[in-house]
């Protein structure tokens, strides 16, 4: 398990680098189109997020806590929360969810 994550983040690391440098190596002159500019902004957060979605709805001992978890982050960052403090919020949320479910059989 533990090769994995080394495995997602040097496979992240290689794509994101990939694809923002070769579009710089291939051309010449600065991109000016707006639409090309945004795309090379956003892929790195698109193959993070691909890459992370996955483990997190199998991170936990219960479906239900992961996606309490994911729902938690997801609104605290839509807030505009810190990073650390999504961090905490998804947390709690599966605690405390992971809690309650032995409750309901």
């Known amino acids: 398990m533990e090769h994995n994550i080394y495995l997602y983040i040097i496979v992240m690391a290689g794509v994101t680098y990939l694809i923002?440098?070769?579009?710089?190596?291939?051309?010449?002159?600065?991109?000016?189109?707006?639409?090309?500019?945004?795309?090379?902004?956003y892929v790195p957060y698109a193959c993070l997020a691909a890459m992370?979605?996955?483990?997190?709805?199998?991170?936990?001992?219960?479906m239900y806590s992961a996606i309490a978890g994911l729902v938690a982050a997801v609104i605290a960052a839509y807030?505009?929360?810190?990073?650390?403090?999504?961090?905490?919020?998804?947390?709690?949320?599966?605690?405390?969810?992971?809690r309650i479910l032995p409750l309901f059989p």
């Open 20 to 41: 923002r440098m070769l579009p710089l190596a291939l051309s010449k002159k600065e991109i000016t189109n707006i639409y090309i500019k945004s795309f090379l902004y």
């Open 52 to 62: 992370t979605f996955p483990a997190i709805l199998h991170s936990t001992a219960s």
């Open 79 to 98: 807030k505009g929360k810190s990073l650390l403090t999504v961090a905490l919020i998804a947390c709690v949320a599966v605690f405390i969810v992971e």
